[in-house]
């Protein structure tokens, strides 16, 4: 037993690094889990008169999705968000963050959008409030306004249909 | 020696660079206190920076935000709790002692302990050996094999 005992001490801290070595960096947890979605009002973007703010979601659940025109991941998202908008019926509001040199409108409308609402957050401000480290990063908000899921980097296909589906089902939506 | 006395000084060079990357604000105080708190901080894009040190975008807007609020009045531990609901635990680089860190607070201490016993019960069994008489016989079959050998 003895001498298999530096072995298994060998092993068991191969079996940590391997774990650590396979975690995702990015994927810091937030603390708003469980907690109400920080409120805000902001502006859209196209139509400056009219603003978004959390409350006007209140009763449906809805997806966050910060993104900035500026982003390479976003695009890559762009797709497969354009896709959810027409097959599924959760609203995606999609937070334009520090978005400075205002490119957003004229690439919504060339590429079209799968938002139901686009608020402006020129200032990067609000994302700081919700914990944004980098875009893209989506939130799942329940009909009460409280956070349900945080997802860090572009929602591919496997993304919603292993993490943000089950979610969504398990809420009710 | 000297390399010994040179490394220490590389060492102790390395939190001036960390400065470098913070521009100058026009409150001296302000800004001195706003670079040794950021500096206990975590940079949330490059992770292994601290907000003080980093080019990154976000943390130069996190840097405005601490002064802004250092301006206003606010003490480091209400800056650092705005921080904290917004980020989270990660973004301090000293984790607050809580029961889910007390295994990486006390680990150590933990692992010192262990040693300790190890090292105990290691001495402890030696001391336990006592001192055997050897009869001529066993030398005479000692210095055969050491014999046998050459």
């Known amino acids: 037993?003895?001498?298999?005992?530096?072995?298994?001490?060998?092993?068991?801290?191969?079996?940590?690094?391997a774990k650590g070595l396979f975690l995702n960096p990015r994927e810091v947890p937030s603390p708003f889990i469980g907690k109400a979605a920080p409120a805000f009002s902001l502006?859209?973007?196209?139509?400056?008169?009219a603003s978004f703010?959390?409350?006007?979601?209140?009763?449906?659940?809805w997806l966050l999705n910060v993104w900035a025109p500026w982003c390479v991941s976003c695009r890559q998202e762009h797709g497969v968000l354009m896709?959810?908008?027409?097959?599924?019926?959760?609203?995606?509001?999609?937070?334009?963050?520090?978005?400075k040199s205002r490119e957003a409108e004229q690439l919504l409308r060339e590429q079209g959008s799968p938002y139901a609402a686009?608020?402006?957050?020129?200032?990067?401000?609000?994302?700081?409030?919700y914990g944004v480290t980098g875009t893209p990063e989506t939130y799942i908000?329940?009909?009460?306004?409280?956070?349900?899921?945080?997802h860090v980097g572009p929602i591919s296909p496997d993304v919603w249909k292993d993490k943000i589906e089950p979610k969504l089902k398990e809420l009710g939506a | 020696m000297k390399s010994l006395l040179f490394s220490l000084l590389l060492a102790l060079s390395i939190p001036a660079w960390a400065e470098e990357a913070a521009p100058i604000g026009e409150d001296p105080v302000i800004e001195q206190r706003m670079i040794k708190l950021s500096e206990e901080?975590?940079?949330?894009?490059?992770?292994?920076?601290?907000?003080?040190?980093?080019h990154a975008e976000l943390a130069e807007d996190l840097r405005r935000e601490i002064r802004t609020q250092m301006k206003a009045g606010k003490n480091d531990k209400e800056v650092i709790t705005y921080l904290t609901t917004r980020y989270g635990d990660f973004v301090l680089y000293r984790p607050p002692f809580k029961p889910v860190t007390f295994l990486l607070w006390l680990?150590?201490?933990?692992?010192?302990?262990?040693?300790?016993?190890?090292?105990?019960?290691?001495?402890?069994?030696?001391?336990?050996?006592?001192?055997?008489?050897?009869?001529?016989?066993?030398?005479?079959?000692?210095?055969?094999?050491?014999?046998d050998k050459k």
């Open chain 2, 41 to 54: 901080l975590r940079c949330l894009v490059c992770q292994n920076e601290s907000l003080a040190g980093s």
């Open chain 1, 1 to 17: 037993m003895k001498r298999w005992l530096p072995l298994v001490v060998f092993l068991v801290l191969v079996g940590f690094f």
């Open chain 1, 53 to 61: 703010s959390p409350e006007n979601m209140k009763g449906k659940i």
């Open chain 2, 107 to 147: 680990g150590p201490v933990l692992f010192l302990g262990l040693g300790a016993g190890i090292w105990y019960m290691t001495l402890k069994k030696r001391r336990a050996l006592k001192d055997e008489p050897v009869d001529e016989q066993q030398l005479a079959a000692a210095a055969q094999l050491l014999e």
């Open chain 1, 141 to 150: 908000i329940d009909q009460a306004g409280i956070v349900r899921m945080k």
């Open chain 1, 83 to 99: 896709e959810l908008a027409q097959t599924q019926t959760v609203p995606i509001v999609g937070l334009n963050w520090k978005d």
């Open chain 1, 118 to 129: 686009v608020p402006d957050d020129q200032t990067g401000m609000v994302g700081i409030d």
């Open chain 1, 43 to 49: 502006p859209l973007v196209g139509d400056a008169n």
